[in-house]
């Protein structure tokens, strides 16, 4: 066994001990050749003599030209992520892919509030690519850091930089498709939940002033614009101050919803189906009923099967989305120059929508 102290011993030690060659002994810890079983006994005994515990598997990834795992990198805590099922479905997808390679997957977490505070995280670590999965803001700071060391970036929308390769979805036109339906059904005292928006990060009214950036490739904006398309600038606009959760939900729905008959709206387009659940839930704790009352859209298209009530949904197909996020790293990893891909999206009609009364 290894000493205290005494350095570590190598391939090189362990096949002078067994008296065969390095290639041999390195024959018997791959597995990816023929050697005779009295051989690579010989080779196991003099590695568990001198305490070898098997190749460097860092050397072992330079030499191929691979480190073996793809950074995922999510926004917030891994907690969260996990209770999102939008974003469970696309990690799922992603996943499946990446084991085709095959390669490890490592998720970090990105904190909200400081995005740039990941970046020291990744400076230690050897990555094959990094995939941004459904991470703000517009622009993040590691990017550059990523870029500087030639590590291919993936994402599933944002950061907006012609550095990465995206699967997006027109997020402006998806939203404003939704909020027509809801117009076309007659409802025309309509409101809309937001996620938060870029630079502010409370929960309450947006301002029908808010200037925002067309192009900033922020899913929640880009929502916002598709649904003042639709209603103008004077539609009432709630954020939610955590994100897409059930909670901000109902946080939310309260906010719009208990409030006099006449100027309470009749329908309310949310940015996620969690965030619907939750305004659904809102409602019905206030007496309302679910769609009599007031209708409720979300946008995602993941199963609740915990709500008594199928959401009328912009089907984003979140499995599908991380598979083809996880298909063009494939790529990338086999030496090719894989393209930014648009994503499909279908509306897709619940129980939680009807005519106004």
């Known amino acids: 066994m290894v000493a205290r102290g005494q350095a570590r011993p190598t391939l090189r030690d362990v096949a002078e001990s067994a008296g065969v060659s390095v290639s041999t002994a390195s024959l018997v810890f791959s597995g990816k050749g023929p050697v005779a079983e009295a051989t690579a006994a010989k080779v196991r005994a003099a590695a568990v003599e001198l305490g070898f515990t098997g190749p460097n598997p860092l050397g ?5 030209g691979r480190a073996g795992a793809v950074g995922v990198l999510v926004e917030g805590r891994l907690q969260q992520a996990f209770r999102d099922p939008f974003a469970v479905a696309v990690l799922d997808g992603l996943a499946e892919e990446l084991e085709r390679v ?50 291919p970036m993936f994402s599933t929308g944002v950061p907006a930089d012609r550095r990465i390769t995206q699967v997006r979805i027109d997020e402006r036109a998806s939203f404003a498709e939704v909020s027509r339906h809801v117009r076309d059904l007659g409802h025309r005292r309509v409101a809309s939940v937001a996620m938060p928006l870029a ?27 598709g649904f003042r398309d639709v209603f103008g600038p004077d539609a009432p606009v709630v954020q939610t101050g955590d994100g897409s959760s059930v909670e901000g939900g109902i946080i939310a729905g309260r906010l719009l919803l208990d409030v006099p008959d006449g100027v309470r ?20 704790e206030l007496g309302l009923r679910v769609p009599d009352d007031v209708s409720v859209t979300g946008f995602d298209g993941v199963d609740l099967p915990w709500l008594p009530h199928r959401i009328t949904t912009m089907d984003q197909r979140g499995r599908e989305r991380g598979r083809m996020v996880g298909r063009l790293v494939r790529r990338r990893l086999d030496g090719k120059r894989p393209r930014s891909a648009t994503a499909p999206v279908t509306l897709r009609e619940g129980t939680t929508t009807a005519a106004p009364r």
């Open 265 to 284: 709206p009749t329908a309310i387009v949310a940015q996620s189906d969690v965030i619907a659940a939750g305004i659904v839930i809102a409602a019905e």
């Open 102 to 151: 095959p390669t490890g997957m490592l998720l970090l977490a990105q904190p909200t509030d400081d995005p740039g505070s990941v970046v020291p995280q990744l400076a230690g670590l050897a990555l094959d690519a990094l995939v941004f999965s459904l991470c703000g803001p517009g622009e993040h700071p590691a990017v550059e850091h990523l870029a500087a060391r030639g590590i």
């Open 60 to 64: 072992s990834s330079l030499r191929q």
């Open 199 to 225: 630079g502010m990060g409370e929960p309450g009214p947006v301002r029908d002033d808010l200037a925002v950036e067309p192009d900033a490739g922020i899913p929640s904006i880009g929502r916002l614009l």
